[in-house]
């Protein structure tokens, strides 16, 4: 009894395990359409486009490039604006006493940059877009009646704001002076530096003298370039050539300073002859414009040194080697020496001959 009851066991265990196989061979299969969905979602990709707007004002002054030096007291000034509902713009410089030191600093509001209406966002109340202003420095902000501006070092700063707030803003520094200097170039021939000589209105005569690093002149003259007044006796704005000599003064290759200062001129009446009643001739007073002097920089090549003569005139067209002249010249020279050998040798037997005569 027990040995078939244990068989009987077995059997249904088998029979157990024979329908678990059909069962699970008649399941889903999970994996392998998990599988495919995968790869379904793997080969169509959405992409989602997002395109983030940046609020925030900015301005960038495109023209001119700091330092720049203008003779003009008017200038354009170009710049780039975005997200920006009005342009404010600032000049300052620093007053500086006779020693050369700042005892103030100055600001002067410029009048304000405002886009065309028709042009601004309706929802932000902005514009963004380039544009050009004219900066007067004789009349810097009308509508403020400001002060005519002078010779001098600047810093002009632009500000664009929008409701959302202002920008971090652009600077450029530039200069106004009497007189600009700019090299164009170099002689052909003496490879001395020419330079345009720029000037301003009332300025009637430029001093030039190239300088070491001390300050001390180089040339025992300076350059000197004087101004014609208009039939108005007014001198106005232009330009002039120079060539500064520095070949003829043997300077070396490099580069040199140059003091560069301007003159305005007074014409004074003469005085009238007590006796004749007659007025004499006027005369011409010249003062310096602005202090200190301005000092530019000019790039000088020294010309190569002129070939040696060339005294080889009257064998360079026999087409000889130079081992065939050396060789000829030894050959003739122990020629020459053999005969004058050879005449002494003579000149010695004669004597003695004479000398048994007697």
């Known amino acids: 009894m027990p040995k078939r009851k244990k068989n009987f066991l077995g059997l249904l265990g088998l029979v157990f395990v024979g329908a678990l196989t059909v069962f699970a061979y008649f399941l889903p299969a999970s994996g392998a359409y998990a599988d495919e969905a995968s790869y379904a979602s793997d080969s169509h990709t959405d992409v989602i486009r997002v395109t983030v707007y940046d609020q925030f004002p900015s301005i960038k002054i495109d ?13 354009d000034l170009d710049f780039t604006y975005e997200n920006s509902t009005y342009v404010d713009f600032t000049l300052s410089y620093e007053e500086l006493d006779e020693d ?7 600001e002067v509001p410029l009048p304000r940059f405002n886009p065309d209406p028709s042009r601004l966002d309706p929802t932000f109340n902005y514009d963004s877009d380039s544009n050009t202003v004219t900066i007067n420095l004789f009349d810097p902000n009308p509508e403020a009646d400001t002060p005519a501006l002078s010779y001098g070092h600047y810093v002009l700063t632009a500000v664009s704001a929008s409701p959302i ?3 971090t803003g652009d600077a450029i520094e530039f200069d106004y002076v009497p007189v600009n200097l700019v ?25 030039v003298m190239p300088v070491d690093r001390n300050g001390n002149a180089l040339f025992y003259e300076a350059i000197v370039i004087e101004i014609e007044p208009d039939e108005n006796g007014d001198y106005l704005a232009g330009t002039k050539t120079i060539v500064l ?9 490099g580069d040199y300073n140059l003091l560069v200062t301007a003159y305005s001129a007074t014409t004074v009446p003469g005085e009238i002859d007590p006796d004749s009643g007659e007025q004499g001739e006027d005369t011409v007073e010249y003062e310096i414009i602005s202090s200190p002097r301005t000092i530019y920089v000019v790039s000088y ?11 080889g005139g009257l064998f360079k067209n026999l087409n000889l080697a130079t081992e065939d002249v050396v060789i000829t010249s030894i050959v003739a020279f122990v020629a020459l020496a053999a005969v004058a050998l050879l005449i002494l040798a003579k000149q010695k037997k004669d004597y003695r001959k004479n000398l048994r005569r007697k």
């Open 301 to 311: 090549v020294q010309p190569l040194a002129p070939d040696v003569p060339d005294t």
């Open 63 to 75: 023209s001119p490039a700091t330092d720049y030096i203008t003779t003009s007291p008017t200038f």
């Open 100 to 106: 050369g030191e700042v005892i103030a600093v100055h």
């Open 165 to 167: 707030g202002p920008s």
């Open 245 to 253: 000599p520095f070949t003829e003064h043997g300077f070396p290759s």
């Open 183 to 207: 090299q164009t170039g170099s002689a052909e021939t003496t490879q001395n530096p020419v330079a345009d000589v720029i000037y301003d209105d009332g300025v009637a005569k430029i001093e």
